[in-house]
C-alpha cells in the first residue's frame, strides 16, 4: 500500500501519513496541489486540469474544480473569459487550504 505524508503548518510537528487511495490521502493532496497553486507554481489552469485528472468528478471535494476545467475546455464557446474562471479557481483553492479536514487517525509516519 502507498502511503503519502504531508508537511504540517507548524514546524514543530510530525507530518501525517495517509494511505494515498484513501479518502484522507485524497483530500491531503488536493489541499497540497491548492497550496502549489495559490504559491504560484501551477497556474490555475494546470491545478484545475491535475485535479480533474486525477479525480475526474467523483471526489466531491474537487467537484467544483471539474466542472472548472472543463469550463477552460469551452471558453471560446461560452460568456466566461479565462481570467473569469482563473478568479473562480483561485477562490476554490482558497476555500480548499483555508477549511482542512483533518482525518481521523493518520497511520505513523514511515521509518
Known sequence: MSITCFPQHSSNSASPCYPVASDAG??????????????????PREFTFRMHQRYGHELALTERLAELDDEYDVLEY??????????????????????????AEPTDTPS
Open 26 to 43: 485524497q483530500e491531503a493532496v488536493a489541499r497540497a496541489l491548492s497550496r502549489r497553486m495559490l504559491a504560484g507554481e501551477l497556474t
Open 78 to 103: 461560452g460568456d466566461k473569459t479565462m481570467d473569469q474562471v482563473d478568479a473562480e479557481v483561485t477562490a476554490e483553492a482558497r476555500r480548499l487550504t483555508a477549511h482542512p479536514h483533518v482525518p
